[in-house]
């Protein structure tokens, strides 16, 4: 079956530790994405890439870093810069260029919580 | 900057009733599209409908069909014949015609009696 998958489905993560959450797609898509979503909040985007080695910062990338060494992959570090990580990270995929770049497909998400 | 707003935080429907999720958005771009995202209590985001704002005819898939106007820059989302399986918070979205990010409203929890 092709699909996004997160791991892990939690994360527990102590002051002053940087944690990476990841996700991998086998659609073949070209570009993937970083959402965070907050209680009873909409998404907000942390971090895209369009192609491999290349990244843009989305609306609130402070505290985060990525990397896309792989079509299939990209990772989310969230640092220890990152003050208020409590929340809902949400990864998507989709086509770049042409028709069908503009809907994004999103995995199941990770849960990471702060000790 | 773009923006979403979904004015209804919640809203209930009986099972076999009809609803409508409200949506209108901010845009100063001609050609883009909209969306309609359900996330249930798994939390996982499943697209419902999207729309491409240089056609015309409104976006329709199944028991869903959306109302956009693009005038008013409102784009509602009619759910007919609810379910129990439709209970979930929707998202209404934008993205720009060569999209890189999607902008999200706050969401809508729809509650499904039976």
């Known amino acids: 079956d092709g699909g996004i998958t997160q791991s892990p489905k939690y994360l527990f993560r102590k002051e002053g530790q940087n944690v990476t959450l990841s996700c991998e797609q086998n659609?073949?898509?070209?570009?993937m994405y970083w959402y965070r979503q907050d209680p009873g909040q909409g998404l907000r985007l942390i971090y895209y890439s369009q192609i491999v080695n290349d990244f843009q910062k989305g609306d609130i990338a402070e505290g985060y870093s990525v990397s896309r060494e792989k079509k299939e992959s990209f990772p989310l570090t969230v640092t220890s810069a990152q003050k208020n990580p409590t929340a809902f990270y949400l990864c998507?995929?989709?086509?770049?260029?042409?028709?069908?770049?503009?809907?994004?497909?999103f995995g199941p998400g990770t849960r990471l919580l702060v000790l | 900057a773009q923006t979403v707003t979904q004015s209804q935080p919640e809203m209930s429907v009986q099972e076999a009733e009809t609803v409508t999720l409200s949506c209108t958005y901010d845009t100063s771009e001609s050609d883009y599209y909209l969306f309609w995202y359900k996330q249930p209590p798994s939390r996982q985001m499943i697209l419902v409908i999207r729309?491409?704002?240089?056609?015309?005819q409104n976006a329709t898939e199944n028991r869903f069909s959306v109302n956009f106007q693009k005038a008013a820059k409102s784009f509602s989302l009619k759910i007919s014949d609810s379910q129990l399986g439709d209970a979930a918070m929707y998202f209404c979205?934008?993205?720009?015609?060569?999209?890189?990010?999607?902008?999200f409203g706050a969401g809508t929890i729809l509650r499904v009696k039976s």
């Open positions: 998507a995929s989709s086509m770049f260029g042409g028709a069908g770049q503009e809907t994004q497909y």
């Open positions: 729309q491409e704002a240089y056609k015309q």
């Open positions: 659609l073949n898509h070209d570009a």
């Open positions: 979205a934008y993205s720009f015609k060569y999209g890189n990010k999607l902008v």
